[in-house]
T-cell receptor, first 109, second 111 residues
Framework: EDQVTQSPEALRLQEGESSSLNCSYT??????LFWYRQDPGKGPEFLFT???AGEEKEKERLKATLTKKESFLHITAPKPEDSATYLC??????????FGTGTSLTVIP | DAEITQSPRHKITETGRQVTLACHQT?????MFWYRQDLGHGLRLIHY???????NKGEVSDGYSVSRSNTEDLPLTLESAASSQTSVYFC??????????FGEGSRLTVL
């Protein structure tokens, strides 16, 4: 069965303290890996799509990377406004999207 | 700007009642989806549609139905609401490739 696992479940960082979120997956024939940001009471907001191992995408303080088994979302010098839940999803060969349970990030001023 | 809107945003209902959640998108996307989000679970697919008159069951479809009479709308109906259907529901749409675009969600409480 296709699975997506995110770790850690929750992460508390001091402002400026860089870290990484992990998304591991077991889907074979990945058609894409997606990262989303979700704020409380809101729908997920698209951040990045990665399609092949070795690919990297950047946006402000966020950088997403992809290997054959996992993806990392690196957060450099985070700010309190980066606090949110970060979701990853894989697009399978069966044209389905499988979501992880997310990492809840809190950045403390 | 194109968008996807859900209504109502919040609803409280009683066990056994029929409930319909509306989803409307203005991107002209063929593909539309309904997910539910619960603590401890990722977003789980309820139903999806690849075009007008096309509907398909997802992972957690029992107790739910959808219909697709035009490109813009995919209403989700709970035929007889149960307490286990208390959740936050998200509608999403996408082109044939690329990312999913999500609505703001509908929080449903079944008493």
């Amino acid at each position: 069965e296709d699975q997506v696992t995110q770790s850690p479940e929750a992460l508390r960082l001091q402002e400026g303290e860089s870290s990484s979120l992990n998304c591991s997956y077991t889907v074979s024939g990945l058609r894409g890996l997606f990262w989303y940001r979700q704020d409380p009471g809101k729908g997920p907001e698209f951040l990045f799509t990665l399609y092949s191992a070795g690919e990297e995408k950047e946006k402000e303080r966020l950088k997403a990377t992809l290997t054959k088994k996992e993806s990392f979302l690196h957060i450099t010098a985070p700010k309190p406004e980066d606090s949110a839940t970060y979701l990853c999803a894989v697009h399978s060969p069966g044209n389905q999207f499988y979501f992880g349970t997310g990492t809840s990030l809190t950045v403390i001023p | 700007d194109a968008e996807i809107t859900q209504s109502p945003r919040h609803k409280i209902t009683e066990t056994g009642r029929q409930v319909t959640l509306a989803c409307h998108q203005t991107w002209n996307h063929n593909n539309m989806f309904w997910y539910r989000q619960d603590l401890g679970h990722g977003l789980r697919l309820i139903h999806y549609s690849y075009g007008v008159q096309d509907t398909n069951k997802g992972e957690v479809s029992d107790g739910y139905s959808v219909s697709r009479s035009n490109t813009e709308d995919l209403p989700l109906t709970l035929e007889s609401a149960a307490s286990s259907q208390t959740s936050v529901y998200f509608c999403a749409s996408r082109e044939n490739t690329g990312e999913l675009f999500f609505g703001e969600g509908s929080r449903l409480t079944v008493l």
